[in-house]
């Protein structure tokens, strides 16, 4: 699988604040999912907006904080199709996300879109009494999230659902409780338990809550959340997950709550091995772990500290027992990705040809550093300094716009845009990235560098036809 539009997936957009109660910011080729952004002109954190979350909910990756929707700083209003529209702050100071005169950055990526589709296999089980189940998963009459625009198709080919037609309805348990079939954009095709049977649905906008209930039998089914937010049930892991996915692109974002038990697994939804995961704990302050493609084993995990400048550590409290793999990721019963009740975030990235690069270099101390093939043009590089107290850095091709690149971020520090002209310094080349300095950020010799890096076009097509760099 390879992608010749990069643009579909993955943008950078600057832009100018004016202080207007919402700002149109577009110029991107898709409607963004994970929005990261930046001021540039002055100290203010980074702001992280997901549509799994919605577009007034905040993290920073700067501190260790919980979620935050306080309005004084500003957000974002809508996720629209072509960028975003700012929504301004109360407060009067020149932090908030669209303040007159200040110059912002932001990385926007897309995850499962507008009309995510998603197939679930249905097993009646006895639990108490016939129950549906999803998935296999390991609890029944479980509480799903469908997002509005999603097309779901319930499987009921399993012989255990012989006698217990699916259903939909806006009231509980349906014509059990006293309420009615829901049929609307719901089609339904054989006979449950046979070979073909399912029900299938397409959400529609501004639907209230339903509830799934076998029209044959009481108390079989739970409810349906249709969700304006996006995201969709996943079962493959031991802890039911929210997840918005774009598998062409290697890229998920993933909501769960925790349980606080050791040794538990997530579904990711992308259908290969994530190399960067992401995760954040919502609810509580509580570190930004970073699973990373210096990874080795659940005992030799490598993991990085999006907050902090740390050199890496073999944290094993983060994944447990359970390696990343192409259904799920582990997390152990450590407070920042497991705590009980707690809502949790994971920004999960696999690469993929002609689109991302995820991996590491050894740096040479030269002003000549080490040229990184990622088979593609960049726009846009994260990279940290795993065996040092170095921090994160991000570059992109819009800050200044053209090479030599010295425009620089840091996830773990509100400071302002760092223009650095003699250190720090990258190329993005045609077929990668070019370390151009000798700072220990970027290129101390003998150190271990970790990164991740987005295209802008790729260096051959899918047909393997060269690009023209731009």
């Known amino acids: 699988m390879a992608i010749d539009k990069p ?5 950078v957009v600057t832009w100018t604040g004016d202080s207007s109660t919402n700002q149109e910011i577009n110029g991107l080729d898709f409607q963004p999912d994970f929005h990261w952004s930046k001021i540039r002109t002055t100290a203010h954190p980074h702001t992280l907006i997901d549509s799994v979350r919605g577009v007034n909910k905040y993290l920073k990756s700067n501190e260790t904080a919980a979620e935050e929707t306080d309005p004084q700083y500003g957000y974002l209003s809508t996720f629209d199709n072509d960028g975003f529209t700012t929504q301004k702050g109360s407060n009067a100071s020149p932090y908030n996300i669209n303040q007159t005169g200040q110059t912002y950055v932001s990385w926007n990526w897309l995850a499962g879109g507008t009309a995510p589709t998603k197939t679930y296999t249905v097993k009646v089980v006895s639990d108490g009494g016939n129950k549906f189940r999803f998935d296999n998963f ?21 012989s255990s659902n012989s006698g217990h037609p699916f ?61 304006s937010t996006h995201g969709s049930s996943y079962f493959d892991g031991s802890i039911q997950s929210t997840v918005s996915a774009n598998v062409e692109a290697g890229f998920s ?96 990235f696999t690469p993929i040809k002609n689109y991302s690069s995820m991996g590491t270099y050894i740096g040479n101390g030269s002003t000549n ?80 560098y970790t990164y991740m890096c987005f295209a802008s076009s790729p260096f051959t097509t899918s047909t393997g036809i060269p690009t023209t760099a731009v």
């Open 7 to 11: 643009t579909d997936h993955f943008g």
């Open 138 to 158: 390991g609890t029944s009459a479980v509480t799903l999230d469908l997002q509005e625009g999603g097309t779901y198709t319930f499987d009921q080919s399993d």
């Open 167 to 227: 259903r939909f309805s806006t009231t509980s348990d349906g014509t059990h409780g006293g309420g009615s079939e829901y049929t609307t954009n719901v089609t339904t095709t054989g006979t449950a338990g046979s070979s073909g049977a399912k029900t299938v649905i397409t959400v529609g906008s501004g639907v209230a809550t339903l509830y799934y209930y076998c029209s044959a039998h009481s108390g079989m089914g739970g409810q349906a959340n249709t969700n």
């Open 253 to 348: 974002i993933v909501a769960f709550s925790g349980n606080g038990t050791a040794n538990q697994s997530v579904a990711h939804g992308l259908g290969a091995t994530p190399k960067f995961i992401i995760i954040k704990n919502r609810t509580t302050a509580g570190y930004w772990c970073v699973t990373n493609p210096r990874f080795v084993s659940v005992s030799d995990p490598n993991i990085l500290y999006l907050q902090s400048s740390a050199a890496e550590a073999d944290d094993t409290n983060i994944n447990g027992t359970t390696a990343p793999s192409s259904t799920v990721f582990g997390v152990d019963d450590y407070g920042a990705v497991n705590t009980s009740g707690n809502s949790h975030i994971a920004y999960c």
């Open 369 to 448: 550093g080490p040229m990184i093939f990622t088979g593609m043009k960049p726009a846009f590089f994260l990279v940290k300094k795993a065996n040092g107290n170095n921090h994160f850095h991000m570059y992109d091709n819009k800050r200044p716009g053209y090479n030599l690149i010295q425009n620089t971020l840091v996830p773990a520090s509100n400071a302002a845009e760092v223009i650095a002209s003699s250190y720090n310094a990258v190329d993005f080349v045609s077929s990668g990235v070019k370390i151009r300095q000798s700072n220990p950020d970027l290129n101390s010799s003998g150190g271990i």
